[in-house]
């Protein structure tokens, strides 16, 4: 079955950089747009970027743009968030997520923390 | 940016009941809209596909309907594992891909 693992959330303080990594199985990643969506503590989602099969296309939020930047390495089946210069908004749990137009299906999330 | 409006914020029902959840975009997404359905602590999980298409392994309680600016998912009786937050979604026009703000189903 499909199945995406997020890793490499956790607490950073403001101006700081973390890279999310999240991997995949079940399904030829290789074929299929990759995204990152994300949720603040008791808020809504949030979509932040989209990257296509081959990692030639990249679209962002405007939240991100110019601090957040997504990659893949389809040999490994991962999808990466690098983000740089966090800002305490950028607090919440991240979520990888397959497709393009559609979100289908999610990862379990990791909890990114924004902190001094 | 597309703007969903999703009403009302939350709805208070009984299991059994039959729930209706509305989606407003701020402009044309044609047929392009998603519902998600999120309970506590989980990821959200997707419903509904092109307004009225039910993801794989959806029960068929949950029905989508609409076009152009107006949305709605419907459940015909709710069980007690329904009882969750549901998010719309578009990609009509994008980027940015965008959700509206949910709606809680609560047991009454």
């Known amino acids: 079955q499909v199945q995406l693992v997020e890793s490499g959330g956790g607490v950073v303080q403001p101006g700081r950089s973390l890279r999310l990594s999240c991997t995949a199985s079940g399904f030829t990643f290789s074929s299929y747009g990759m995204h990152w969506v994300r949720q603040a503590p008791g808020k809504g989602l949030e979509w932040v970027a989209l990257?296509?099969?081959?990692?030639?296309?990249?679209y962002y939020a405007d939240s991100v743009k110019g601090r957040f930047s997504i990659s893949r390495d389809n040999s490994k089946n991962t999808l990466y968030l690098q983000m740089n210069s966090l800002r305490s908004e950028d607090m919440a749990v991240y979520y990888c997520?397959?497709?393009?137009?559609?979100?289908?299906?999610w990862g379990q999330g990791t909890l990114v923390t924004v902190s001094s | 940016e597309i703007v969903l409006t999703q009403s009302p914020a939350t709805l208070s029902l009984s299991p059994g009941e039959r729930a209706t959840l509305s989606c407003r975009a701020s402009q044309s997404v044609s047929s392009f809209l998603a519902w998600y359905q999120q309970r506590p602590g989980q990821a959200p999980r997707l419903l509904i596909y092109?307004?009225?298409n039910r993801a794989t392994g959806i029960p068929a309680r949950f029905s989508g309907s609409g076009s152009g600016t107006d949305f709605t998912l419907t459940i015909s009786s709710l069980e007690p594992e329904d009882f969750a937050v549901y998010y719309c979604q578009q990609r009509g026009n994008w980027p940015p891909l965008t959700f509206g703000g949910g709606t809680k189903v609560e047991i009454k």
């Open positions: 997520a397959k497709g393009s137009g559609w979100f289908d299906p």
């Open positions: 092109d307004a009225s």
């Open positions: 990257i296509s099969y081959d990692g030639s296309n990249k």
